[in-house]
């Protein structure tokens, strides 16, 4: 049976939120992080809240997926580059280009470091043509730095509530993909 770390960006995702709406039919094959710092994120408040929803399900489950939404995907990456537990898959939604104004904008000093570097998970990196807060080419090398298998989906802006995905049929599709790897 496969589990899923729900891992979202900056104070959560609401209850139209495709991730939201992921977490409430897999039950309780899911866990939600829970940092102290959703609105003013902390690194490692949020790695080790990570580590806390994966201890939750290992007992529980077979396998562990993350589903990564927005600066989400920059806790999963920093908690992937530093865990021993294996083997692991993520899926990354919309990561925000961390040299952008955006996220230098609503993050703290100890996300400001972060850098792309080589996971040692299987990864698919999901990003929309049109996201304010990520240029698609930009995220294409995020993929490319990771070694995320690499989606674009035209129009979706951030991937977010506001994108109207409901629940988001395409991403379940490259869900199931980095599954099936």
Same mark, same amino acid.
């Given at each position: ?51 806390? +929803? ?17 600066? #989400? ?69 995020? +993929? ?21 995905? #409901? ?15």
């Amino acid at each position: 049976m496969i589990g899923y770390v729900v891992v979202p960006g900056i104070d959560g995702s609401d209850d139209a939120h495709w991730q939201s709406r992921w977490e409430q039919a897999w039950g309780e094959r899911a866990v939600r992080i829970e940092p102290d710092s959703w609105s003013v994120p902390e690194l490692d408040d949020w790695v080790q809240a990570i580590e806390r +929803g994966v201890g939750l399900l290992d007992p529980r489950v077979d396998d562990i997926v993350l589903v990564a939404h927005s600066l #989400g995907c920059w806790a999963v990456a920093e908690w992937l580059a530093t865990t021993t537990r294996r083997p692991l898959r993520a899926f990354l939604v919309a990561p925000p280009d961390p040299s952008g104004s955006a996220f230098r904008s609503v993050v703290t000093a100890s996300f400001l470091g972060v850098s792309a570097r080589p996971l040692p998970s299987a990864t698919v990196l999901v990003a929309s043509v049109d996201d304010p807060f990520c240029d698609v080419d930009v995220a294409r090398e995020l +993929g490319r730095r990771w070694g995320s298998a690499f989606e674009a989906v035209s129009a979706g802006g951030h991937l977010n509530s506001a994108s109207g995905l #409901g629940d988001w049929p395409r991403g379940k599709e490259a869900l199931a993909r980095l599954i099936a790897r």
